[in-house]
């Protein structure tokens, strides 16, 4: 109830550590193998990073393909964070069909992204994300969130005035000092609160996955069996 209370009448989102973070190591241990097309015992998550970090756009793309068989990151992401998704929502879900992996290049230019909220992808009301890196976050490569009052307000003038994403949006994006986090923590936001992240320097990427989940009792909003699928927590 805690948890409930600060995402939907706090901040609306929260930094919670991994209770089964073995899950979370394989999860990573198979994103280095299918990056490096490989078993290679001695490649681990920095080299990836590092690789990734001296890429081009397109040879990150062209990298993307071995995840597209990465089918159970959805599955992953949620069981090894079954205690909060449970506290949520319960046993029974919808879950993302193909969780995101997200890789962000270090670079002016590279990593910014637009401050936004879920609901402009269509994304039910009653749906929670679970954001999580592949690694220890010790710089600005990670996420920024703004509360749930101000993301409120925003979105309450821009139904008014029918700017979407105007300047005083695009505003927030500076000044921004992302989240920072260990690996084996994460944060859980609901789909109100804006968020995004900006450009960061270092050696190398930041590479995160997340998952959107609810529960099978509450009413989808335009995402359908294309995106969600059922899941059950054993």
Known sequence: MKLYNELVNGNGYSV??????????????????????????NKNISDVRRLLAQMSKAEINKSMVSLLSFTNLSEMMINACSDIVEELCGKELFIQRRAHTIINVPGEGQAKQWTHYELMSGISPYTYVIWAPLHDLDDNGGVYYIDLDRSSQIMKEEEQTGVVNGKRVLNLMEHQKPTKLKFGEAIIFNPFVLHGNVSFESNFARVACNVRFQSINKPLLQKNTDYLKYFKIS
Do not use: A, G
């Not at 919670?16 to 290679?40: A, C, G, Q, Y």
């Open 16 to 41: 919670f550590s991994i209770k089964n973070t073995h899950i979370l190591e394989n999860l990573r241990k198979e994103f280095v193998d299918r990056i490096f097309n490989s078993n290679n015992s």
